[in-house]
């Protein structure tokens, strides 16, 4: 059974950071592409950061770029994210997405598995 495990969520304050992780399990193939996906209240879920399963080619969302760092262990099969320099509006459920069909696929908003998700809260 696939699972995707998210840690690393809290309570900042604004210019503060955190890091996510990603603990995944289960998966019988060979993984092709993980990321980063965020909701906020009320709002649609929206791309943060990808990167291939192998490390390499990391993408992320033009309000991001700078700032946020993705990357992937893959001896230990865990993906990362550390956020710098949060903002509040960034406050959000933050979820890991796996693509078994490529980054383009999961850039596009589909993902063959999600995690629960982890909160971040951003004070002002």
């Known amino acids: 059974q696939v699972q995707l495990v998210e840690s690393g969520g809290g309570s900042v304050q604004a210019g503060g950071s955190l890091r996510l992780s990603c603990a995944a399990s289960g998966f019988s193939d060979d993984r092709v592409c993980v990321g980063w996906f965020r909701q906020a209240p009320g709002k649609e879920r929206e791309k943060v950061a990808a990167?291939?399963?192998?490390?390499?080619?990391?993408r992320y969302a033009d309000s991001v770029k700078g700032r946020f760092t993705v990357s992937q262990d893959k001896a230990k099969n865990t993906l990362y994210l550390q956020m710098d320099s949060l903002k509040p509006d960034e406050t959000a459920m933050y979820y890991c997405?796996?693509?078994?069909?490529?980054?383009?696929?999961?850039?596009?908003?589909?993902?063959?598995?999600w995690g629960q998700g982890t909160q971040v809260t951003v004070s002002s």
């Open positions: 990167i291939s399963f192998q490390g390499v080619s990391p």
């Open positions: 997405a796996d693509n078994i069909f490529g980054c383009w696929r999961l850039w596009t908003g589909g993902a063959s598995y």
